[in-house]
């Protein structure tokens, strides 16, 4: 039997993604100014944007405090993290934003990541290994599963937002230590975990619970401390949980913050801390400042929150088919990956741009438009939204309404 070559498989591959419309394609851009994007085209002619696909939900990444925190530190310390944290590349500065982010949470510790996606890797292959069992919601993050796999435990994952099946599930796997994992906010749906009932179910069962709140932070709870405190949920019920500075917050990077031997845990033993170099000191810099703001602004979650409420209400009148989701991701259900994509492409002829999630990013048939709000909005942007969706809905139901019949 002959070995398969590579380039052979990787070009059926593709193959197969473009007859399924599945190709991912890379935007430049070029300059961002609060919400609008200078955006370069298909045909080499850059266009402003009207961006309502980004996850800088509180208008943070270009604040004057925040971009002046990450210049002065810069300035002063250089560009870069030098080494890992274990050798000579922990800062200053990232102390201080690790204790800032626990003061804020009210947590009795935090490591500081490069990204989201380490961190959850991390997490995952420092507490779990063969015998051990990981519990996961259906739709949680690829990092979560991805971690799982890598630690060598069973991973068992349950319908989406469905208490009583991880309980079956943890029942099902009594032996060796259980993690029970879960996104605070679905990062394609929008709609957020049912912590409470979680919580519950992983205390019954021994389980420790994790949380990744990548979408919640900054967003839901007092003071934004996400999804964990709208549910009324502290480090006990919840012992670790993510926390990523690259969304609400508008920086790059992410924590885990929670109960003090855990962490410690990973920072000895989780390889995507101890093999890698440390977020530059001007990163850390602009997220403390970041941080802060998000406690002690309150306006820019009271303005997002209603943004969402005009957008749903908006919605509703013009026949929208918005999935359930209180928060800033507003996904629209288009079904086909053609619609979708046409719907996005409607919407970009239009000076909007909205991207269309399709599978495996989404379950089939479960194609979309994912909508995001940010305190940068304004009224009139979110009703000149509404009325260009109203729009491009109908054009591409025209459009396919007159190939039926040719």
């Known amino acids: 039997m002959a070995r398969e070559s590579l380039p052979a498989r990787i070009a059926a591959q593709r193959e197969r993604r473009v007859a399924a419309q599945r190709i991912r394609v890379r935007r430049s851009v070029l300059h961002r100014d609060g919400a609008r994007c200078e955006v370069m085209g298909a045909d080499g002619v850059p266009r402003w944007l009207l961006n309502f696909c980004g996850n800088d939900y509180l208008g943070l990444s270009q604040q004057f405090a925040v971009a002046g925190a990450l210049q002065d530190m810069a300035a002063r310390e250089g560009a870069g993290g030098v080494a890992s944290h274990l050798v000579c590349g922990h800062h200053a500065a990232h102390d201080a934003l690790e204790r800032e982010i626990a003061d804020w949470l009210g947590v009795p510790a935090a490591l500081l990541f490069g990204s989201g996606y380490m961190a959850n890797l991390a997490v995952l292959q420092a507490l779990l290994g063969k015998g051990d069992v990981c519990v996961q919601d259906r739709r949680n993050h690829a990092s979560l599963i991805d971690g799982a796999q890598l630690a060598g435990c069973a991973l068992r994952r349950y319908p989406h937002a469905d208490p009583e099946a991880a309980l079956r599930q943890l029942r099902g796997w009594p032996n060796g230590a259980a993690l029970l994992a879960t996104d605070g906010v679905f990062s394609m749906d929008g709609d957020i975990a049912p912590l409470k009932q979680l919580a519950l179910v992983a205390r019954v069962q021994r389980a420790t619970l994790y949380v990744d709140d990548a ?192």
Not at 256 to 285: C, K, M, N, S
Not at 306 to 320: N, S
Not at 338 to 350: F, G, I, K, S
């Open 215 to 406: 979408h919640g932070i900054g967003v839901l709870g007092e003071e934004g401390r996400g999804s964990i405190a709208e549910a009324g949920l502290d480090s006990a019920a919840v012992p670790l949980r993510l926390v990523t500075l690259g969304k609400a917050l508008g920086s790059h990077g992410a924590v885990v913050a929670g109960e003090a031997d855990l962490v410690r845990h990973l920072a000895e033993t989780a390889r995507p801390y101890i093999y890698t170099t440390a977020l530059p000191p001007a990163q850390a810099a602009a997220s403390l400042a970041a941080v802060k703001l998000a406690r002690r602004e309150h306006w820019r979650r009271e303005k997002l929150a209603a943004l969402v409420q005009r957008f749903r209400a908006g919605a509703r009148r013009h026949e929208l088919d918005l999935l359930p989701s209180e928060t800033p991701i507003q996904p629209l259900l288009c079904g086909a990956e053609a619609d979708a994509l046409a719907m996005a492409a409607a919407l970009e002829r239009q000076g909007l741009w909205v991207a269309a999630i399709r599978p495996p990013t989404v379950p089939e048939g479960g194609a979309r438009l994912r909508i995001t709000l940010s305190a940068t909005h304004t009224e009139g942007d979110v009703d000149r939204l509404l009325d260009a969706l109203a729009r491009s809905r109908d054009y591409v139901r025209a459009t396919a309404t007159a190939a039926a019949e040719v």
